[in-house]
């Protein structure tokens, strides 16, 4: 169920949202219709044509013929909110011939997707050469494995100099080693050294916790070939060598289920990279899944999520000792305003994933009936336990505000240390109270 914040948070910055808002008026749309499938509209621009607007609910997923590279667009923004607010002044019928032609190419498209996954999970694809593929595997693996023998002496001789000779002449050798990495065809290796480089500045405990892990990823590589599949799965994505869709299809773990959308998160990687995390909860399996996305140069994301809403799918989930990252093999299909999961420990699932891998990054986390405090910085206090909060105080007074300070249903990130909110409810089965992004 989409609502005016849920639409806004689509928005890829908030100077689209704010120049959506600005477009929510009848007069600027001479065309508006929509039916279960679809919501369309011509909104008059600058040019002498009106510019062709049309939503797919089922994403909902975007197409507008303005030359905006922002994704979606403010029209397609505007729209929608016009139709969440007053879904009666929209024209009913046929669409019109521009918007009936993209509906059926993207379910088309969405046909030989689920063809292809399907191809895959029964028979997947055999190499050209499998003897040659299998050598390249071995000796990419042989570079690894001597760049993380490489690693552990470098690794070495940086505590026997100790952490309080590190200098700014010190740390700049610190990017030799990441290059070295690079060459040796392990760049997530590469990019944790340059991460704990980063942060030297930081308390003494931080930049040791960064070290250790790095000591455990070389302890982990000298011994690969006696770990179980799952764990050489992780080490294999810990030095950045991900397995492709297919492969993930091949070999993955499906999960049919209906899914809570907990929260949506999108940041901007670099100047022309923008990653999206969808983070869902299993109301059947109790399994938590990661959708990590990208987009390149704008052009936007192919598949639109909408945090506080359940929907059913079916998730095939990446090889790991702590299954956490999926793709979705099809379109979603939306079943209406989320039913949150039952209040649980956090703490020992949280707990539990990081035992199995200790290198992944983020981590999904629900506080139910959570309380937000100020004590030295922001917590939130749930289960009897506090948790420290990446928040501000604008964002934490609008929140408190918002929720007459009773206790809320938070879902966010925690990176080890913190967790950033995301989402958030008043109470379980209505629509969010606050989302991250979504304009006020």
Same mark, same amino acid.
């Given at each position: ?5 849920? =639409? @806004?948070? *689509? ?6 949202? /704010? ?57 397609? *923004?505007?729209?929608?909110?016009? /139709? =969440? ?26 046909? /030989? ?29 042989? #570079? ?10 470098? *690794? ?54 960064? *070290? ?10 000298? #011994? ?13 994505? @810990? ?11 091949? #070999? ?44 390149? &140069? ?12 359940? =929907? ?27 039913? @949150? ?23 999904? =986390? ?18 009897? #336990? ?53 304009? &006020?």
């Amino acid at each position: 169920m989409l609502t005016t914040d849920s =639409v @806004l948070a *689509l928005a890829p910055d908030e100077a689209s949202a /704010k120049a959506a808002r600005g477009l929510v008026a009848p007069s600027k749309w001479p065309l508006r219709g929509a039916d279960e499938r679809a919501v369309w509209g011509e909104c008059q621009g600058s040019g002498s044509k009106p510019y062709q607007t049309q939503v797919d609910l089922a994403g909902p997923a975007f197409r507008c013929s303005c030359p905006s590279r922002k994704f979606p667009c403010k029209h397609g *923004l505007a729209l929608l909110l016009m /139709k =969440v607010a007053d879904g009666a002044a929209f024209t009913g019928g046929p669409p019109p011939a521009w918007v009936s032609e993209w509906l059926a190419t993207r379910a088309e498209k969405a046909q /030989k997707q689920e063809a292809r996954a399907a191809a895959a999970t029964a028979q997947p694809d055999t190499p050209a050469d499998p003897e040659a593929a299998a050598r390249r595997e071995a000796q990419r693996w042989q #570079r690894i494995d001597h760049a993380g023998a490489d690693l552990a002496r470098w *690794l070495a001789d940086q505590l026997q100099q100790g952490l309080g000779a590190l200098n700014p002449a010190a740390v700049a050798a610190w990017a030799t080693m990441a290059a070295r990495l690079v060459d040796a065809q392990a760049p997530g290796l590469a990019q944790r050294v340059r991460d704990a480089a980063a942060h030297i500045g930081e308390a003494p405990e931080h930049t040791l916790a960064r *070290l250790g892990l790095l000591q455990l990823a070389c302890e982990g590589l000298a #011994r690969r070939g006696s770990l179980p599949a799952a764990e050489q799965a992780d080490l294999r994505t @810990l030095v950045g060598w991900p397995l492709d869709r297919t492969d993930v299809l091949a #070999r993955g773990t499906p999960v049919a289920d209906r899914w809570c959308v907990l929260a949506v998160a999108q940041d901007e990687r670099e100047p022309k990279l923008t990653e999206r995390r969808v983070w869902l909860h299993g109301h059947a399996s109790g399994r938590r899944a990661l959708l990590l996305e990208h987009a390149y &140069a704008g052009k936007g994301f192919e598949q639109g999520w909408v945090a506080g809403v359940d =929907v059913e799918a079916t998730l095939v989930f990446y090889p790991s000792a702590a299954p956490l990252r999926a793709l979705c093999e099809a379109p979603p299909v939306p079943l209406g305003v989320a039913t @949150l999961p039952a209040p649980e420990d956090e703490w020992q699932r949280l707990a539990e994933r990081v035992a199995a891998n200790p290198f992944v990054p983020l981590h999904p =986390v629900l506080w139910c009936d959570a309380v937000l405090v100020q004590a030295g910085g922001w917590q939130a206090l749930a289960g009897g #336990r506090a948790f420290a909060l990446a928040l501000n105080d604008d964002e934490a007074w609008a929140l408190q505000a918002r929720s007459g300070g009773q206790p809320l249903q938070l879902a966010g990130e925690w990176d080890g240390r913190r967790g950033t909110l995301l989402t958030a409810w008043a109470a379980p089965g209505t629509p969010p109270l606050w989302q991250r992004g979504a304009a &006020a």
